[in-house]
């Protein structure tokens, strides 16, 4: 199991979003020894994987795997197109970042949308006309009659005219709700709302996923000149997982397409944020980054006179060093576990040596958390933990999870 990738991915994506200090950037390490922060560590992935026990048997999944089951077993495809504007929808969100005629379900998907009601006499679908809707009304396993119903409802997008995003998206969604009912009662449910600017480019998103205890919810808000991301995984309302970025920039089209399209390579040539502040926390666990782009920016000219691989290298970590900090603390506390630090060193290939910088994280004795942290030896009870609930999985649900 990945954890040191799960973290520096974490700690990586704060540092490519870019981030400023707030009132809650504390400097402060805590006064806990490595081995105690092991410890700590380990028992904060346990607590999240208990988080997750419903997970593993949940009647929504077994129900969302009858449909699957019962779609593959029936004369046509077009039982799966339920999940067309799904794929639809990620497409769309997929692009919001990158990036008004309404066009409907019925316009995208003429042929399948309607109200299926399983018929088990002829092992088909029997359709019902309808314009803004694609539902099917299907038994779950050891039911003598169509007691379950999964839908794809209040659904609405428009055909992108903005000439650089209709290369990449034909159409960008608006809104869709997808529900699964269960003997009249609703055990999970998808809800997505989005309006967008004369570019094209969202203005605001909110996305709200409902399954038993569980809630994701992702909200996005901009302006042309800030930007705020909010997403977070609950469980009866304790939080699982969450994550905030908010930006201070220039977020008009011109700026942002000036900015996608730059070959510059330096890390501050951006142009697009000035200030951010990024957090994501695991339990009690919270991977932070503070960055200052202007900073990075105005340090450009520190380089123009560097003649060799390795004073560059060597420069580059500095200007890192001194406007780019990224921490694992306690959430609670907010007192920092390990602080990051760049540094330059000379790698070697197949065609020699060459010198780069590269980021590790490090405690306050001096020590690193290095491939050595991450290991089975120093997280034995997680790692148990963590096979058993994969275990669990695969066994209830009949799933192979690599």
Do not use: R
């Given at each position: 199991m990945k954890i040191k990738n799960l973290l520096l991915g974490l700690?990586?994506?704060?540092?490519?979003?870019?981030?400023?200090?707030?009132?809650?950037?504390?400097?402060?390490?805590?006064d806990l020894t490595v081995e105690q922060h092991k410890a700590n560590i380990e028992q904060i992935g346990i607590d999240v994987l208990h988080q997750l026990d419903d997970l593993r048997d949940?009647?929504?999944?077994?129900?969302?795997?009858?449909?699957?089951?019962?779609?593959?077993?029936?004369?046509?495809?077009?039982?799966m197109t339920v999940m067309g504007p799904l794929a639809a929808l990620q497409?769309?969100?997929?692009?919001?970042?990158?990036?008004?005629?309404?066009?409907?379900?019925?316009?995208?998907?003429?042929?399948?949308?309607?109200?299926?009601?399983?018929?088990?006499?002829?092992?088909?679908?029997?359709?019902?006309?309808?314009?803004?809707?694609?539902?099917?009304?299907?038994?779950?396993?050891?039911?003598?009659?169509?007691?379950?119903?999964?839908?794809?409802?209040?659904?609405?997008?428009?055909?992108?005219?903005?000439?650089?995003?209709?290369?990449?998206?034909?159409?960008l969604p608006k809104s869709v709700t997808v529900s699964?009912?269960?003997d009249n009662k609703e055990l999970m449910k998808f809800t997505f709302n989005a309006t967008y600017d004369d570019d094209d480019i969202p203005q605001s998103v909110t996305e709200n996923y409902y399954i038993g205890d569980y809630k994701i919810t992702t909200s996005l808000e901009k302006s042309t000149s800030k930007i705020s991301f909010d997403q977070s995984f609950t469980y009866d309302g304790d939080n699982i997982i969450s994550s905030h970025f908010d930006s201070d920039g220039t977020f008009n089209y011109d700026t942002y397409y000036e900015d996608f399209n730059s070959e510059e390579e330096f890390?501050?040539?951006?142009?697009?944020?000035?200030?951010?502040?990024?957090?994501v926390v695991v339990g009690n666990l919270k991977l932070q980054g503070v960055a200052n782009w202007e900073g990075l920016r105005?340090?450009?000219?520190?380089?123009?006179?560097?003649?060799?691989?390795?004073?560059?290298?060597?420069?580059?970590?500095?200007?890192?060093?001194?406007?780019?900090?990224?921490?694992?603390?306690?959430?609670d506390k907010n007192e920092i576990i390990a602080a990051s630090e760049f540094y330059a060193l000379e790698r070697s290939d197949e065609y020699g040596s060459y010198w780069d910088f590269s980021m590790r994280m490090k405690f306050s004795d001096g020590s690193y958390m290095d491939e050595s942290f991450f290991t089975e030896e120093n997280f034995p009870r997680f790692f148990q933990e963590a096979e058993k609930f994969i275990s669990d999985i695969e066994t209830n649900y009949g799933l192979t999870l690599q």
């Open positions: 700690l990586a994506l704060a540092l490519m979003t870019g981030c400023n200090d707030d009132d809650n950037n504390s400097e402060e390490f805590s949940m009647n929504a999944i077994h129900v969302a795997v009858d449909f699957m089951e019962l779609a593959d077993t029936t004369y046509e495809s077009t039982a497409d769309g969100v997929d692009a919001v970042f990158t990036l008004k005629t309404t066009v409907s379900l019925a316009d995208l998907y003429p042929d399948d949308v309607g109200i299926y009601t399983y018929n088990p006499e002829t092992n088909k679908w029997d359709k019902e006309e309808s314009t803004d809707e694609i539902t099917y009304h299907f038994p779950t396993k050891d039911s003598e009659t169509n007691n379950a119903t999964i839908s794809v409802t209040k659904f609405d997008s428009f055909v992108v005219t903005n000439p650089d995003i209709i290369q990449e998206v034909e159409y699964l009912v269960v890390p501050g040539s951006q142009t697009l944020v000035d200030a951010s502040n990024v957090w105005n340090a450009e000219g520190q380089f123009e006179d560097v003649e060799t691989e390795k004073a560059f290298y060597e420069e580059m970590a500095n200007v890192m060093n001194d406007n780019v900090k990224m921490y694992v603390k306690y959430n």
